[in-house]
């Protein structure tokens, strides 16, 4: 397994994953994910499609049950916990398909985002939101239902930032948008997530390369790889990961 | 013309207690995606209670209506707590088989515990009527509409305003976002159902204050109220409210202009047209995007 620093102290801050198995009814996505983010670090989850990257954010968020394992944030158990007392606990999960209230409009999804807090001390969030994505100020009215899949996306992550949270998961944001975008919503969350743990979800390895400092390849429910982000820039060193040639990186 | 404004008055005026049970029914299913199909035995026996404590113990309608409204908060949680989350989760027959199941229980429950006779509640309620340009306007029934207008304002706006309602609109949308955002789902459902049998209670007491009190009193009103919410669309809230008006509207002037026959099919009547020809209701939409 990678040298991961962090790994073996369950006293440590941010967010602690180890011996994760998961599933869905009879079959297993999970067999034994072991993973850290630690404090402030950016943590970009690659690998080939049905190597478990959504599933392993579904555990920490709670969506998913783990089977077997531990998960901690900043040294607390989130297992056994249900998905909305994992948000009151600081994390905010960017789902897949951004999953907005379509009926809402964009105002009301922010709203909803500061549930935990009685819906109350909101609107510097959204001010903050709307300055970073100007687009949703002029669609601020309208229900997210009409938006673009790029407005979606803007949106989903600003619920994100008015949930406040200590450790943000973020999904396939950059699915179906055209690159110009996400390049956009890319350096947007440099500024919006600038000291939170994030781990981030990529079918697309190269711009989450680019905006993340370290990096764990999935494959088959299992971490294959990790190392800083700049070692993995290259093609070859990547593919390797993919298709799991090489277990774990040479430090 | 003065004919077809007295059908359209009174239609409006029964159509308003429609509306209020619409509204109960359709809440449920928004947000929990089943029929309640104890709607009617539930607000029953709670109208019961406030007969009980009101009349027949001589507490009067204030202590009445407070144990009443106690037991329909009471009985929703119950029937959240010990039969919806217990077997919530996916399948939507289990849950109306299991409603149907607790109508006939209340009913029975209703009957050993109020006796099977025939009460008269005497709610206090203005009576007489007024006459405005030949349109008798009956007080009692004005009164009525005027509280059915009331509640559904009262759930507008804690749908609209408070956490809670916010959080039961976002859960209806999608519950698994909604839970993203820091909204449980036990207590959505919890206060879902409350409301619903609170909702409930006030149909069966403006019923009652205007027919009598009997076991299986409600149950008419809520052959008529289901037939409400699917014509106005089970999944919009205005649209059950809407549908309960057009539906006293078209029943009333079925009872002038038609034969009997046709009055007494109407809602079966308009459950096949709605369902043929506009399954989602005049207001609802099929919802599309829901995984």
């Known amino acids: 397994m990678a040298a991961d620093p962090g790994i073996g102290d369950g006293r440590s801050g941010g967010l602690v994953l180890r011996g994760v198995t998961a599933g869905y009814g009879r079959s297993s996505v999970l067999h034994g994910i072991d993973l850290t983010v630690r404090p402030g670090q950016r943590v970009a989850v690659l690998g080939p499609n049905g190597a478990g990257k959504t599933t392993t954010l579904r555990v920490v968020s709670g969506l998913v049950e783990a089977r077997t394992g ?143 400092g370290w990096v764990h390849v999935l494959a088959g429910g299992q971490v294959k790889a990790s190392g800083p982000a700049s070692e993995f820039t290259s093609q070859e060193r990547l593919m390797q990961a993919y298709t799991g040639a090489v277990e774990g990186v040479p430090s | 013309m003065s004919g077809l404004l007295q059908a359209l008055v009174t239609g409006l005026m029964t159509g308003g207690v429609y509306a209020l049970l619409a509204l109960s029914i359709a809440l449920i299913f928004k947000t929990m995606d ?134 039961m609109r976002a859960f209806a949308q999608d519950p698994q976002a909604a839970a993203l955002m820091g909204v449980p789902a036990r207590t959505v459902s919890r206060w879902t159902w409350i409301i619903s049998s609170l909702l409930g209670l006030v149909a069966a007491i403006m019923v009652a204050s205007v027919s009598v009190l009997s076991v299986g009193f409600l149950q008419g009103t809520f052959i008529s109220a289901f037939t409400a919410a699917v014509l106005g669309g089970l999944s919009s809230l205005p649209g059950a409210v809407a549908g309960g008006f057009i539906l006293g509207v078209l029943e009333a002037l079925s009872i002038s202009y038609a034969p009997r026959a046709v009055t007494i099919v109407l809602p079966v009547l308009i459950i096949l047209v709605v369902l043929m020809i506009r399954p989602a209701g005049l207001f609802g939409r099929l919802s599309a995007q829901r995984a």
Not at chain 2, 35 to 60: D, E, I, K, P, R
Not at chain 2, 94 to 123: H, K
């Open chain 1, 70 to 212: 531990e998960v901690t944030l900043d040294g607390g158990s989130l297992l056994g916990l249900r998905p909305d007392e994992i948000v009151r606990r600081g994390v905010a999960h960017v789902p897949q398909g951004r999953r907005v209230f379509p009926d809402f409009t964009v105002e009301e999804n922010l709203r909803t985002a500061a549930y935990t807090r009685g819906g109350r001390d909101v609107d510097d969030d959204i001010a903050m939101v709307l300055e970073a994505f100007p687009r949703l100020r002029d669609r601020f009215g309208v229900r997210a239902g009409f938006l673009s899949g790029g407005e979606q996306q803007m949106l989903a992550i600003g619920r994100a930032v008015v949930q406040r949270p200590r450790l943000v998961l973020i999904d396939e944001m950059s699915l179906g948008l055209a690159p110009i975008l996400i390049k956009e919503l890319y350096s947007r969350l440099d500024v919006l997530f600038a000291d939170v743990p994030a781990v981030i979800v990529e079918q697309n390895p190269s711009i989450a390369l680019e905006h993340c």
């Open chain 2, 34 to 167: 089943t029929v309640n199909f104890a709607t009617a035995s539930m607000g029953a026996f709670c109208a019961f209670l406030f007969f009980q404590v009101g009349t027949v113990l001589g507490l009067g309608w204030g202590p009445g209506l407070l144990v009443a409204a106690l037991g329909a908060v009471a009985l929703g949680w119950a029937v959240e707590r010990g039969i919806v989350r217990p077997l919530g989760g996916g399948d939507l027959f289990r849950l109306v088989l299991a409603t149907m199941g607790l109508d006939i229980l209340l009913n029975n429950a209703t009957q050993i515990f109020f006796g099977s006779g025939v009460q008269n509640i005497n709610a206090p309620l203005p009576t007489g009527a007024w006459d405005v340009g030949g349109v008798t306007i009956d007080l009692t029934r004005l009164v009525i509409l005027a509280i059915a207008v009331a509640s559904t304002a009262a759930i507008a706006l804690v749908l609209r305003y408070t956490n809670l309602g916010i959080g």
